[in-house]
């Protein structure tokens, strides 16, 4: 039991630094791959290939100088981005990193927390969410990081209820919440994708509204609120908005991964005939690389699209995906009834 | 109708905007969304048109009027004599002196009587016309393919003889620009800079 508590500990040690690792180098990514398809190089001064930029960026945000409006709220001030920072870490408890690791008689789950619920906390944790970004843009006293703040909030509320519904259809093919569970029946290539590809387009197109990514960064929305909800934040305050954004862009990615990429399943997992625990770490490599193609998806549409004018926004959320979703719903009801497994 | 077609066309892409309703297929802005990506995706492996500045230069004219220089003759006396020209003929004002008379040790150092002890050309007033070196009689002062660095404060960018003047071991090669035109021009007395 003791070796089990351990390596828990471990596990969440080593998750939350990868998590804040690949973040960071998210950053960078983003910038490279903005470059790349704008046709410019994008940063490769410091390091090798602008690999130390990332940490340029960092100790710069560091001793940039800690400003604070004068009438804001000083501790939702703080509040405010510790509490995004936060959340946006939370979400990687439940995700299943890969299958187990068998270690003499310890059977060792690449995965911090098999919760029962694990689809429901992942909801809660993100629709909490929105409550570091209001707060921000709240307590900064201004009127355009409030506006942000307005805007965050009534979006990610409403694509929320669409992302929900198009969940439910998977938990209804599943019948389970643990994302264990539903990782595991994706074995192979029975990936959700193949069953559910409506849902599928809901989920991403909600996911980038709920990171808040482009098309629908219209609570940033650099070139009408001046950087939204984030105006007033300077210094490393900034940074934690700027860096939770990665970050849930990183927990988006597994989520879709897990969800409707089958984790850490891969085609012809059986026909390998590698023993057990090289198949968790292969599983748990094929793992990371759909994440990282999930992220450059992120950015790949950030780069492409310009954002959604704000009525059309809460048209598409509201009277596209989410009937969208419902009907998916009812589609998966019928069939699933008609062609019982 | 047809008055359209008789405009003329210069790239063929131009489209005649219409607000026509969108079909089904347009209105779900998906075909045109991978299309979008499709074109964001083939310039990510484009050849990239970033020049890598200073380890790759760009390739300039050989008479690419960048920063100045002042030249020494062949004994490695300075040419210039502080007549002023330069001054005059700059239309942004760029350049001011001090001129001084030679002594008689300093022979070696100066070519004519009157020499320059302090010339200084702003670099952030010049505009690089070459006005100065079409003007000088001496041909001391020409314009090379040298680019101006950047500075951090503004004083930095005024220069004085000592980024200016060429050193007396490395000459600064201004062949180019001394065409035979040039110096044709240069005598020719029907100007007025040589009456």
């Given amino acids: 039991m003791d070796i089990q508590i351990l390596y828990k500990s471990g596990l969440i040690i080593v998750i939350l630094l990868l998590s804040l690792v690949i973040a960071m180098y998210a950053t960078l990514a983003e910038r490279k791959i903005a470059g790349f398809f704008q046709d410019r190089l994008g940063p490769n001064r410091a390091g090798i290939f602008g690999l130390l930029q990332p940490v340029a960026d960092g100790v710069k945000l560091f001793f940039k100088e800690e400003f604070m409006p004068a009438t804001a709220d000083k501790f939702l001030y703080i509040l405010g981005p510790s509490l995004t920072m936060l959340i946006a870490l939370l979400g990687s408890a439940v995700i299943p990193w890969g299958n187990t690791l068998t270690i003499g008689n310890n059977v060792f789950p690449l995965q911090v927390a098999d919760v029962n619920i694990g689809v429901l906390y992942v909801f809660a944790v993100t629709s909490i969410g929105v409550y570091g970004i209001m707060i921000g843009g709240w307590s900064s006293n201004n009127k355009y990081a409030l506006m942000g703040a307005v805007r965050a909030a009534s979006q990610m509320i409403s694509y929320e209820l669409a992302m929900g519904m198009a969940l439910i259809a998977i938990v209804m093919m599943s019948g389970s919440l643990s994302l264990h569970d539903i990782v595991a029946q994706q074995h192979g290539i029975h990936w959700n994708v193949w069953y559910q590809p409506i849902g599928f387009f809901v989920f991403v197109v909600c996911a980038f509204a709920e990171t808040n990514r482009t098309p629908f960064d219209l609570p940033e929305c650099d070139s009408e609120l001046i950087g939204g909800y984030h105006t007033e934040y300077s210094s490393m305050k900034l940074g934690f908005y700027l860096f939770s954004e990665y970050i849930n862009m990183f927990i988006s990615s597994a989520m879709i991964a897990s969800l409707y990429f089958g984790g850490y399943n891969f085609p012809f997992i059986n026909e390998l005939g590698m023993s057990h625990n090289w198949l968790t770490i292969v599983g748990m490599l094929v793992l990371f690389a759909k994440i990282g193609f999930f992220m450059f998806l992120f950015m790949w549409v950030r780069w492409t699209l310009p954002r959604f004018r704000y009525d059309q926004l809460m048209r598409f959320g509201w009277k596209v995906l989410l009937p969208l979703a419902i009907v998916n719903i009812v589609a998966t009801g019928v069939i699933y009834e008609l062609f019982k497994k | ?195």
């Fill in chain 2, 1 to 195: 109708m047809n008055q359209d077609s008789t405009k003329i066309s210069l790239t063929n892409r131009s489209k005649v905007v219409s607000n026509k309703k969108m079909s089904f297929l347009e209105s779900l802005y998906l075909p045109a969304i991978f299309k979008g990506m499709f074109v964001t995706m083939s310039h990510f492996f484009t050849k990239k048109a970033t020049v890598q500045y200073p380890e790759v230069k760009r390739p300039v004219s050989d008479i690419y009027r960048g920063m100045h220089v002042l030249k020494r003759d062949e004994e490695g006396r300075e040419r210039c004599t502080a007549c002023g020209l330069c001054a005059l003929s700059c239309p942004a004002e760029a350049i001011t002196m001090i001129a001084k008379e030679r002594l008689e040790s300093e022979k070696h150092l100066y070519r004519e009587e009157k020499y320059a002890a302090v010339y200084e050309i702003n670099m952030l007033r010049c505009i690089y016309c070459g006005d100065c070196e079409s003007a000088c009689p001496k041909e001391a002062i020409f314009l090379t393919d040298r680019f101006v660095p950047s500075e951090v404060a503004r004083g930095n960018f005024i220069y004085g003889k000592d980024v200016l003047l060429e050193p007396k071991d490395a000459p600064i090669d201004v062949s180019k620009r001394q065409t035979p035109e040039v110096l044709a021009f240069k005598k020719d007395k029907t100007q007025l800079h040589n009456k």
